[in-house]
């Protein structure tokens, strides 16, 4: 079975949007994952403040590497986030991904973004289905 | 007080992300709103379909669009995601919001967003907290 | 394979929990129902209003009679519930559950609590894992 | 301002439901709060566990003793729960709210519902209101 790191590489490689936003990959293992991104022009909304798809997109994939890093296939099924603080222009997000739990067939995680003053600006909570296929 | 048309203009002229991800507002109303956006490779993740930020921005902006259209700001509080199609390259997303309930101070969206065949691809609620100040 | 009122009844038979509330099944057929009850002064808060615990036991029954009335096992993964409306001691609510999307394994239901002048109480979204257990 | 123990014992003395379920406060401040129930007979659905309704009613309580708790009246705007783990009769379950944002609207909070050996039986997540009416 891959390890979490050849499964986030291979996952990463593959993914032209993370890609696009920039996103980089600050430490991951089976069940957790730490990403970041910095906030350009073009991220964001009316306000002058990143859209609410920058801190999900980022979350998504901290799921995603989080719970496909144990080596089997992981699907989400639902997700959930409240944006509780603005991130500007050339401000970093760093998305942290644990796991709350993890059964045969379903995992719960939990991703916390935070700016670099340490300020929660999202916090979100992914549900994914964990099929019997490994990477 | 702005009509829903303007205020979404407005919020449009300026949204960036929006833009880059091809939005085309093709309906909007108080409380409700039509938007569409065709997924291109750069949108996409390592299974080569729409990354799941992606149905989660349109459907994102699709709720600030219809709450905001009452020409009071509405600010997002929680919204909440299930993707339940995948989308490939070339494909159109239709998001489209309406009003669950709607309170002086808390309104409440549903957003289902569907593929060109009607196939529902993402499920969206979200809930945003209305504030007294006029657009 | 037993039938959608068959599953009902049989889970309905065992569950005391339900009964305790009071719950009638106005209707049922495979993956969606009707339930109702009657708020009891018992039921109420400190503010004199059904819990919010009692129009969640009501949907989330609504959820299992329904997701459960295919034949097969269903099993909650993840709800969410919004009261958008005090229910006093003496009125009824309504559960009405649909299906959202049925897939092999995952379901997803909405199911709206209403009064009897039909204002919308509570707003429920559940999502279930389908097993190949039959009942 | 009353305290946050004031509000508590306030909102508990006139709490039927959480009485008739015999929820037990171990602990409140401003923000947080601990309580407890033991499963009985009358709380189980058709599988002979705790119904869904059980660790919800309880969480909504903790959430709205936590956010209560400051002195100024939390209304439930959106909640969220996860059942992780069969619960039986007999069995005591433990919820533990804790704030994860607090601004001058909004209130996010987190309530983890364990067993008696740790085990996390249930997840929940809830959004409240804060209005500038005190206790």
Known sequence: MKSAQEVVDTMY????????????VEHCEAGACRLSLVVREEMTNGFKIAHGGISYSLADSALAFASNGHGTQALSIETAISHTKPVKVGEKMIATASEIRKSRSIGIYEVRVQNEAGDLVAHFKGTVFRKDLEW
């Open 13 to 24: 490689n593959g993914d032209a949007f993370s890609k696009w936003l920039g996103i980089k």
